[in-house]
């Protein structure tokens, strides 16, 4: 049974910083792209940030320079460093891994950016 679980998430005050994890637990085979999805409150979720299977990266335009995706094999855990954080930047986030065959995602974790 494959699970993908958050953490890190919370409150925290404009301009400061967070780092997601989300560990994977189960047999992945395969896994074409690693990557950070959120969905604010009335919108549609959006990707983040992603790791393509060659290690190239990919960030939203409005994270790049602020945000950065990372992993760690070892420990099969990925990560969502978040730096400067605006209030726009409040969502809950979700972990995602796709191979050819499935699309996997964790149950979400909430980030809010408030004074």
């Known amino acids: 049974q494959v699970q993908l679980v958050e953490s890190g998430g919370g409150l925290v005050q404009p301009g400061g910083s967070l780092r997601l994890s989300c560990a994977t637990s189960g047999s992945i085979f395969s896994i074409r792209v690693m990557g950070w999805y959120r969905q604010a409150p009335g919108k549609q979720r959006e990707l983040v940030a992603n790791i393509i299977s060659n290690g190239r990266t990919n960030y939203a335009d409005s994270v790049k320079g602020r945000f950065t995706i990372s992993r760690d094999n070892a420990k099969n855990t990925m990560y969502l460093q978040m730096n400067s954080l605006k209030p726009e930047d409040t969502a809950v986030y979700y972990c995602?891994?796709?191979?050819?065959?499935?699309?996997?995602w964790g149950q979400g974790t909430q980030v809010t950016v408030s004074a």
């Open positions: 995602n891994i796709k191979t050819p065959m499935s699309d996997w």
